[in-house]
T-cell receptor, first 111, second 112 residues
Framework: EPEVTQTPSHQVTQMGQEVILRCVPI?????FYWYRQILGQKVEFLVS????????KSEIFDDQFSVERPDGSNFTLKIRSTKLEDSAMYFC?????????FGEGSRLTVL | SQQGEEDPQALSIQEGENATMNCSYK?????LQWYRQNSGRGLVHLIL?????REKHSGRLRVTLDTSKKSSSLLITASRAADTASYFC????????????FGKGMKLTVNP
């Protein structure tokens, strides 16, 4: 069964460092998303991506965040200068029919 | 905000019992979805109900939608220990963005 895969599963970084989280969405899906979940809290929308551009982003998705689909398969989330409050699980999702398929997440710990 | 709010926030039941979770939301929607999350894992889609539908079934799951009350319920019948997880409702806003907005989630514990 097709699935969304994410790497790394866990990344520990120092505050101020750049982080890139990678996702391989399901191949025939058209819409791609990043969500985050701070431990024990709700799942928050960050950004949606369609037709090689951002279609929507939340207030959380400030200038420190960027997304790319560099090669037609990978979908990356970059945090330029991480802050302590960026520590969270980051989930990638893709869809073509309105039902989101999520990856297992990348746990980011900022020290 | 349009986000759903699940109620109760936590529920503990015995195996074999039914579990009912409720979700309320604020804006008009195209559809409402329920997702499940095992601890530390990704979210798994369970069921989608469209705004023109009132009830939908999938295996042991039954979802209802009342758009006049802006509420939905998820019923899990004959619960199993493996149903222990967090359950989230998610909505997308009619006429607005297509992103899904998730509620805070509800922790279900099914005791063997």
């Amino acid at each position: 069964e097709p699935e969304v895969t994410q790497t790394p599963s866990h990344q520990v970084t120092q505050m101020g460092q750049e982080v890139i989280l990678r996702c391989v969405p399901i191949s025939n899906h058209l819409y791609f998303y990043w969500y985050r979940q701070i431990l024990g809290q709700k799942v928050e929308f960050l950004v949606s991506f369609y037709n090689n551009e951002i279609s929507e982003k939340s207030e959380i998705f400030d200038d420190q965040f960027s997304v790319e689909r560099p090669d037609g398969s990978n979908f990356t989330l970059k945090i330029r200068s991480t802050k302590l409050e960026d520590s969270a699980m980051y989930f990638c999702a893709s869809d073509s029919t309105g039902e989101l398929f999520f990856g297992e997440g990348s746990r980011l710990t900022v020290l | 905000s349009q986000q759903g709010e699940e109620d109760p926030q936590a529920l503990s039941i015995q195996e074999g019992e039914n579990a009912t979770m409720n979700c309320s939301y604020k804006t008009s929607i195209n559809n409402l979805q329920w997702y499940r999350q095992n601890s530390g894992r990704g979210l798994v889609h369970l069921i989608l109900i469209r705004s023109n539908e009132r009830e939908k079934h999938s295996g042991r799951l039954r979802v209802t939608l009342d758009t006049s009350k802006k509420s939905s319920s998820l019923l899990i019948t004959a619960s199993r220990a493996a149903d222990t997880a967090s359950y989230f409702c998610a909505t997308d806003a009619r006429g607005g963005s297509e992103k899904l907005v998730f509620g805070k989630g509800m922790k279900l514990t099914v005791n063997p």
